[in-house]
Each structure stands twice: as C-alpha cells, then as structure tokens.
C-alpha cells in the first residue's frame, strides 16, 4: 500500500488516475430489484406458464372468445411492471439524495463526499457515530469500534496507528485519520453481503401466507387438471373440444391471478405515499411489520427530544472551573448533544498543555482530557467515582427529578492511570429540548394501544421527567437498568415503562425480551448505541439526523427527522394489510371454490359445468375490478386479528356454499331432467350472486368509492346475465321454471356465508 500524504490527501490528478482504473467504492449491490429483476420477476412464473399453455390449447379449440382471461392476465402482469418501475425509480431517488457521506481530506482540503465517490488510498476522517464505509489502515488517532455487525460480539475494540478497520463496523469513540484500502466488491462487509439482498430477506406474515397460498395451489393444479381432463375425454367421452374447455375454466379458476401483483401494488404504493411523508423505506414488508406493532421502544434522544441541550446552570468549588470547561471543550472531539451543548456554554479555547484525550464511551459514560498538571474527567457521576458521596448522590438524584442531566466533573493526576482518585470539581446542568410535535404523536399511540416503552443511557429519574413534560402515562414506573442483571430483564420489560442508564447490550436484551412474552416490537432512535437494539426489533427507525450507521441498519429512515412521520407509516401499514385481505378473500373463494368443484366433477358424474368465458365475466366484475381499487384505497382501521383467519372465515364458507350449490344443481338436473346447458346456466348464475355476496361482505364498512363499485358491479352482473348471454355462452335467462331454483341457490348462498363465518371463527377462537 502505497501511504498517502495525511496533511493534503490525494490531488485531483491521482483521483482521476483510480477513477480510470474503476478503483471507486461503487457496490453491484443494491437495496431495490434491477430491470430485468422486475421484469422476470413479473413475466416468468409458474401461473403465467400454466395460462400460456391454456390459451395455447383453448386457441387449438378455435373458441377464441374463452380466451378474454388473458386480458386480466397481461393488465396484472403490465400494471404491475409498472408499479415496480415507478416505486424502484421513487426509492433509488430518495436513497441518491440522502445517501451517507464521509469526510474526506483531498487537494490539501477538508470536503463531505459521497461514499460512491471515494478511492482507493483516500484519506477520510472518523469519529464517533461514523459507520466504517471501506476497509481502511488507521494512519494517526486511536478509535474505538464495534465490530458486531460482522462478528456477532458486541465488545469494543480499540484501533491504534496502523491498525485494519473493517467495512461495516461502527465508531463508538475517538477520532482518527485513516486511508481506504478496499473500495466496492473489495470490501470485507460487500463480500460477506454478496448474496443478500434487503428487498428479500424481510420477515413477513402476509409474504409468508401468499406464498403458501401460491405453493399449495401449484401443487394441486397440474394433477387436478390432468385427471379431470381424463375424465371429461375418456369416461364421460365429451368431445376433445369441450373437454380441453372444461379442464382450462378449471385451472383458470384455481389460479389467483394478480393477488400478488395487487400486493405488489398495495406495498409500492405505500412506498410512494411515505416518500411524501419525507420518510425512506429501506425494507418494504416492514410498512406491514408496524401495523403490527404493540409495543415501541424509543430512545429518549432525538424522538421524544429534538437531540439538542442547553445548559440551564453549573455550581463548582474549583474558581478556574470556567477555565477548565474552556479547555475541555477546544481539545475533545466528540460529537454529540451533551457536549455541544457545554462547548455552546464554554467557549472553546487553549491555555492548558493537552497530553491526551480520553474520548467519550457508552458503557463508561465519560470522557476527560490529560494535561501536563492534572487529568479532567466529566461524565455520569456515580460512573465515574469510585467512592461516590452521598450527599452528592442526593443532589443528582433531586436535580434529575426535576427534569435536569447532571454532568459532573473530577480530576486527578496524571499519575492516576486508572482513575481511581477522582475529586469532584462541579456540576453542569442541561436540559433536553422537547419536540413539539412528541406529545401528540404519544397521545395518538396512546389511543392506538400501542404500549410505550422509553429506554434511554441518561439517568432514570431524567427521563421520567422528561415523559412527565410529554404527559406519558406510567410516567413514573422506571428502573435503572445499571441495576439489573440478565435474569431480572426479562420481568423488567413487563414491569417498567421507563428504563434508564441503559447499555448497548441492554436494550437488545430488553427487546427480545418483549418479543418473547408475544409482543410485536418497533424500535425509534438515531444512535449508535441504537443499532444492536434495531437488529433486534420486528421494525427499526432511525432520525436522518441521526448516526450514519443507524440509519443504515434501520428499516425506516424518517428524512426530515420528526417523530410525527410514524402514524403515517402506522396508517400505510394498515391500508395495506386490511386491503389485501379483502382482495385475498376475493381471490381465495373463487380459488377454493374451484379446486372443490374440481374434485366434485371427478367423483360425480357430471361434466365441469363452466367454461373460461364464464369465469372471465364474473371475476372480471366481482373480483378484478373491485380488487384494483381496494388494493390501493385510504384504510386506517385497525388490524385485527391474523391475516390467514380473517381471510378463510369469509372465503371458505363462501366457497363451500357454492359448492352445496352446484351440488344441489346436479340433484334436480337428474329430478327434473335438466341438460348440461340448463346445468351451466344455473352454475353462473351461482358464482356471479356469490361473487356479489363475498363483495358487499368485505366492502363493510361501506364507503362512497365501495358503494359505487357494488353499484357498478350489480350493474354489469345483471347486464351479462340478461342482456349478453351469446357473449358469455349461456342460455338466456327467460324461462320462470328456474326461478325457483334461483331462490334456493340464494338461501343456501347466504346461510352458509353467515353461519359458515361464525362456525370457522368459533374454531379459531377454540384452537387458541
């Protein structure tokens, strides 16, 4: 490696002599699917396979009116192309503009870079909160770094002059000058993530069950076909013609064209209306995981407060106090609120001798600096001291009950390596910002029966103050969780509201503690000390003004930082779980109904009784259309219950229902001697009044857009049915003889919906 110049970086002549070489830290890896990913993704699949083959066979038929299907199949498969389109081009232009950047020293110039735009062998800056973007050599400085993003181990590691540091791990403290040595497909993190893609690896209920849905259907589907076909051509001996028509409408009605592409749908275009809400979606399925959420964990700093403090007041005993805060604040270079908050206060400024700093840690909570004369340590005082005053104790304790952090400062000699004679000097008393907007967004999750939980590294009387002055009920439940071990965790998050002096470590514990007593859990924060919390919460977001590697690590990144962005994502999450079980149960009756009907057909001897037209028609109108609009409609109910029960407690009673009447078709077909047309007349009329059935049941409660739809579909059912039979190749409905039929077929279509309804929820409610 050759050394660059640390004082002035690389010139522009050697930053275009790497640019040429393509030794730029540019990634294949990208956070959304490419092109051709969203096209195969939407063009090859098994369903689209089947329909294919289908219309293939229906065309050697030459009945080329059955083939309307493929219109509802290439509308799904083009809107949804295009919806992926938009919602990769809205992502990859919000992840473009709030991309992260680094400090980089070129041309003998401090300037902030996009990490794509660096080199190999440029010099950058790092300091705590800084995510480790490409490996590096640590050139001047010491760090202290997490490596547990790569490792697993959430130790500390310190990294002096010469030292390798690995892209991915985090800087928890110190500050240093360090030089890229790896860029791109070359860094240790990029190798190590080569296979994993963000977009896919998101838990989620509602992917889980489309897919099985679509694995067991695509089991069922080919051997169901092949032996009905059997049936129709070698037993009943029905015509190649028919026969080929028959077994088509049945596989036809099996598949559940365009459930995942509405889906799709539903989650892109939640995507888009965050991204108004200046709020970036870096795993989709996560818009779902929130509706879920019971319990949100935030971190005190940056969502309840702005991040920013002031100092209200300090008391001391040493008369060069003021001297001394002035020094401190020009030689530390740590970066976060409290101090800025003292530097804003002192005044920088250097009349002290600096040896060495001491920079700021989250499991020690302190920092100092070393002089020539004495070293200066100011941090959480029962942290620092090893013999801790009482009197002393007392007056922190009242000062943190009244809303205030106390910061202390001690000093020493420089002969006491491990500060174990710490003389308190003094006091300084800050006070957190509030954000305007905290109370209202608490009161709003409050309503929600979200369970708040506020977990925080600051004193636990502080942060109650701080929940009182946003009137956060349970207030004053907190606990220091200094005081707890591994075993009292697990009763604590249960137990407390508040949780203060909270390590890294802990808060991680504290969440998969929530998570096993059954809760669905968020997690709100910005800092470092965040992310091993973020890794293990159901749904993670970071402020944008947050650490670098928080927002990295996080699901959701809230761009302009105000906390009062989550119920917007908490309503898009609902919009698209309560839609997409209404378009489910749409889908599955038809779906389940079909497959029975498939069985039936072959056990009894009866031909199938429709044709694709006539599945076209009515799921064109009780599901295609009616399914569009709901997918992508305003919905801020509540999520009840789980998806796969709400869904089967309306579809599969409907289903069933259909199939008593088909059954109950065959019965007075042989009665009455009906012939096979009479049979498939009364077979559509069947599905299109339980299509309108399933319809007006899961459009409660009945909005102006729903209303109008049911309108529009009654409309068009009755138009198709009485005034377009020769389009849909049926009997017109003419004769008064069926009209008693009709009437029976509604009774059973209704009863079975409802009592049906009310029998799978009671063995649900049984089962749990």
């Not at 893609?197 to 069922?220: H, T, V, W």
């Not at 036809?252 to 459930?259: S, Y």
């Not at 009774?747 to 009592?755: K, R």
């Amino acid at each position: 490696m050759k050394e660059t110049d640390i004082r002035t970086g690389l010139n522009q002549e050697e930053i275009d002599e790497r640019v040429a070489k393509g030794l730029v830290n540019i990634c294949d890896q990208d956070t959304t699917k490419s092109y051709k990913q969203i096209f195969k993704d939407n063009l090859l699949t098994l369903f689209n396979l089947i329909n294919v083959i289908l219309a293939g066979l229906i065309m050697f038929t030459g009945s080329y009116r059955n083939l309307l299907f493929l219109g509802v199949v290439l509308s799904n498969i083009v809107i949804g192309t295009f919806q992926e389109i938009r919602t990769k081009r809205v992502l990859d232009k919000i992840s473009l503009i709030h991309s992260m950047k680094a400090l980089c020293l070129r041309n003998g110039k401090e300037e902030m870079i996009s990490i794509e735009d660096i080199v190999v062998d440029d010099i950058l800056k790092l300091k705590m909160g800084n995510q480790i973007i490409s490996d590096s050599i640590v050139r001047e400085g010491s760090l202290e770094v997490d490596e547990s993003l790569l490792t697993g181990e959430s130790r500390t590691v310190i990294k002096n002059e010469g030292d390798f540091l690995y892209s991915g791990s985090f800087v928890t403290g110190g500050n240093a000058w360090v030089q890229v040595v790896h860029v791109g497909n070359d860094n240790y993190a990029a190798k190590m993530t080569k296979d994993a893609k963000k977009y896919s690896k998101y838990p989620s209920e509602l992917r889980d069950m489309l897919n099985k849905i679509i694995k067991y259907i695509g089991i069922a589907i080919i051997p169901l076909g092949i032996i009905l076909f059997s049936k129709q051509y070698f037993i009943l001996h029905g015509t190649l013609k028919d026969s080929i028509l028959n077994t088509s409408a049945a596989l036809i009605g099996m598949i559940p064209e365009g459930l995942v592409i509405l889906t799709s749908i539903a989650l892109a275009v939640g995507v888009i209306n965050l991204a108004r809400h200046h709020t970036l979606v870096q795993e989709l399925y996560c818009i779902e995981t929130l509706a879920r959420v019971d319990v949100l964990c935030l971190d005190k700093t940056g969502t309840i407060t702005e991040g920013k403090m002031i100092v209200d007041s300090y008391h001391s005993n040493d008369k060069q106090f003021e001297s001394i805060m002035k020094n401190m604040t020009y030689d530390l270079e740590d970066a976060n609120a409290t101090i800025e908050a003292i530097r804003e206060r002192f005044s920088p400024e250097k009349s002290f001798d600096c040896i060495k700093t001491i920079p700021f840690n989250s499991s020690k909570k302190y920092s100092g600096v070393i002089y020539q004369d004495a070293v200066y340590i100011m941090g959480a005082y029962s942290f620092m001291m090893s013999h801790p005053d009482k009197i002393q104790l007392e007056k922190i304790e009242k000062a943190s009950a009244e809303g205030f952090r106390v910061i202390s400062v001690a000093k020493t000699t420089p002969q006491d390596k491990e500060l174990k004679d710490l003389q308190w000097i003094g006091d300084i008393y800050l006070l957190d910002k509030i954000r305007e907007d905290a109370r209202e967004t608490l009161d709003y999750f409050k309503k929600q029966d979200v369970d708040i939980k506020i977990i925080s590294g600051d004193h636990p009387l502080t942060v109650s103050q701080i929940a009182r002055r946003v009137h956060l009920e349970h207030y004053d439940s907190y606990v220091d969780a200094s005081q707890l071990n591994d075993d009292e965790m697990e009763a604590a998050a249960s137990k407390y509201h508040i949780f203060g002096r909270v390590t890294p470590k802990q808060k991680r514990a504290l969440i998969a503690a929530l998570k096993k007593q059954g809760h669905c859990v968020g997690m709100s924060g910005d800092g470092v000390n965040d992310v091993l919390a973020f890794k293990e919460a159901d749904v993670s977001i970071a402020m944008a003004s947050g650490s670098d590697v928080a927002k990295s690590s996080a699901n959701l990144v809230l761009l302009d930082s105000n906390f009062d962005a989550l119920p917007e994502v908490l309503y898009e999450g609902r919009r698209v779980i309560n839609n997409i079980q209404r378009v489910a149960t749409l889908f599955l009756t038809k779906t389940i109904f079909s497959i029975l009907l498939a069985f039936i057909t072959i056990l009894l001897p009866f031909e199938y009784p429709f044709v694709p037209i006539h599945l076209t028609f009515v799921s064109s109108l009780t599901i295609g259309m009616p399914a569009f609009f709901m997918a992508i409609e305003p919905n801020r109910n509540r999520v009840e219950k789980k998806f796969l029960e709400n869904v089967i407690k309306v579809s599969l009673p409907a289903a069933v229902s259909v199939i008593l009447c088909i059954i109950y078709i065959y019965t007075i077909a042989v009665m009455q001697g009906f012939n096979s047309e009479v049979i498939t007349q009364l077979s559509v009329i069947t599905i299109a009044i339980n299509g309108c059935i399933v319809l007006t049941k899961v459009s409660h409660p009945f909005t102006l857009l729903r209303k109008i739809i049911l309108v529009v579909v009654y409309i068009g059912i009755a138009g198709g049915l009485f005034l377009a039979h020769d389009l849909i190749s049926m009997l017109p409905i003419r004769s008064a003889s069926i009209l008693f039929d009709v009437c029976v077929i509604v009774l059973i279509l209704l009863a079975g919906s409802t009592f049906g309804s009310r029998i799978v929820e009671k063995l649900y409610n049984r089962k749990q």
